[in-house]
């Protein structure tokens, strides 16, 4: 089938011209943007409850490295990613893990609780802390920031953990 959609909604995302809408990304492959430590910017703002009703701001996991996913339970990809990225955030314990969950809440925390998902995700009832971000639109969507807070990378669509997020892990720690 030629036209195969890997993402949860329609659209795929593409580079502009000027680097992804100004956070300068470099394609490393289809669906993969790297960002060089020179040409970074700082995240955008990403702060609110927690699943469980806490607040919560990854403005205080600052000093680590941060992968941020945007998830959803009822998306298959991210259903799909999950398993990995919960064995690489437990072989990673000095990378912190934030999921951010879209519109779910009361799926979103059953299916952590039934994927042993570690890490704590911020619930975006509306939509409104991902519009802030440059993300594609559908779901799953990945970023990992630097130890300053800013977007290291950038993966449009599902991940696959040991050979997409594992390499720039150990690029940003080498970079420390």
């Given at each position: 089938?030629?036209g195969f959609?890997?993402?949860c909604?329609?659209?795929?995302g593409?580079v502009?011209a000027?680097g992804g ?7 490393q492959?289809a669906?993969?943007?790297?960002v060089?430590a ?5 995240a955008?703002r990403l ?5 469980d009703g806490?607040?919560f701001d990854?403005?205080s996991?600052?000093g680590?490295?941060?992968v941020?996913n ?6 298959a990809?991210?259903?799909a990613e ?7 955030s437990?072989?990673?314990p000095?990378v912190?893990?934030l999921g951010v ?6 799926g979103?925390?059953a299916?952590?609780r ?5 890490y704590?995700s911020?619930?975006?009832r509306l939509g409104?802390l991902?519009?802030?971000w ?6 799953p969507?990945t970023?990992?920031l630097d130890?300053d807070g800013?977007i ?8 696959v953990?040991?050979d ?13």
């Amino acid at each position: 089938m030629a036209g195969f959609a890997a993402a949860c909604s329609g659209g795929g995302g593409t580079v502009d011209a000027t680097g992804g809408g100004g956070f300068n990304f470099v394609q490393q492959s289809a669906g993969k943007d790297f960002v060089p430590a020179g040409n970074r910017h700082e995240a955008p703002r990403l702060a609110g409850k927690n699943l469980d009703g806490a607040d919560f701001d990854v403005a205080s996991l600052r000093g680590k490295i941060v992968v941020v996913n945007f998830w959803a339970s009822w998306c298959a990809p991210c259903r799909a990613e999950t398993p990995g990225l919960v064995r690489l955030s437990k072989a990673n314990p000095t990378v912190a893990f934030l999921g951010v969950n879209e519109k779910d809440p009361s799926g979103a925390k059953a299916f952590v609780r039934d994927n042993g998902v570690p890490y704590p995700s911020v619930v975006d009832r509306l939509g409104t802390l991902a519009a802030g971000w440059p993300v594609a639109p559908g779901l799953p969507s990945t970023f990992v920031l630097d130890a300053d807070g800013r977007i290291a990378a950038r993966f449009t669509g599902p991940v696959v953990p040991d050979d997409d997020l594992k390499p720039v892990l150990t690029r940003l720690q080498a970079e420390a």
